[in-house]
């Protein structure tokens, strides 16, 4: 082969070559463009409950999130589909007494279309090695000097309509914040739970709050597991 043939076929392999590069990176950039993701924040400020020297400290809480659903109104004759996100997605939302923003999902791709509404679950995990197996909802910390334990066994579905609905196309990035207040649940003063209310019946050092009324704390707890309804939000841009 000549010199010229042999310049000929570098230059073809050449742009062969960056054509399949482009076309690689033209695809990678429009892959992460169409998707929505999803953040959990959590609101949380340690609240003093009157006990004399004794306040609430979340050393960790935990949720798990089993399904995630968007509704996908797609048509203008109104046919509603509905796009799911299977868990489990287990998240711990408060660390060292202080909330976490936790980043469920970065860009999942979903059909174009208008989404009004978003649905999800709280449920146990499936995983026999899950802090939530055993309870969705699971909060370790300590009342004062004493250790506290909450367990909610109860699964929770919530439907939020967006406040205007998501339009999604091929070039779309939406955010979705699920919100969870857990001041709600703990501050008195905002209709939560007074835990100065909690014993430690059994007397074993732990105050224990649960589906198995251990410490004579059954009331606590039904008013623990309708608050978990209202404390959470949504939102989206």
């Known amino acids: 082969m000549n010199n010229m043939n042999m310049k000929n076929v570098l230059i073809i392999l050449f742009a062969v070559t960056a054509f399949l590069i482009g076309s690689c990176k033209k695809e990678n950039s429009t892959s992460i463009k169409n998707g929505i993701s999803i ?28 399904e995630i659903e968007f509704e996908l109104n797609n048509h203008p ?14 998240i711990k939302i408060i660390e060292n007494n202080s909330p976490r923003d936790v980043m469920l999902t970065d860009f999942v791709k979903l ?23 055993k309870a969705s909802i699971v909060v370790i910390g300590s009342l004062g000097n004493q250790p506290l ?23 779309s990035q939406i955010n979705v914040s699920l919100i969870f ?42 008013r623990l597991k309708d608050l978990i309804e209202q404390i959470i939000d949504v939102e989206n841009d």
């Open 39 to 66: 953040k959990v924040s959590t609101k949380f400020a340690s609240t003093n409950f009157n006990r004399t020297s004794q306040s609430l400290h979340i050393d960790e809480m935990w949720i798990n999130i089993s």
């Open 77 to 90: 004759d109104s046919l509603i589909t509905e796009e799911e996100m299977k868990g489990p997605f287990e």
């Open 111 to 133: 059909p174009d279309g208008l989404y009004s509404e978003i649905e999800f679950e709280i449920d146990k995990n499936p995983k026999t090695d899950a802090i939530t197996n």
């Open 149 to 171: 334990e909450i367990e909610i066994e109860d699964d929770f579905e919530f439907e939020k309509e967006f406040d205007t609905p998501i339009s999604l196309n091929n070039l």
């Open 181 to 222: 207040d857990v001041s709600l649940i703990f501050d008195p003063s905002k209709g939560g739970i007074d835990l100065t209310q909690a014993t430690d019946g059994n007397q074993n050092g732990k105050i224990e709050i649960g589906p198995n009324n251990i410490d004579g704390n059954n009331v606590l707890y039904e």
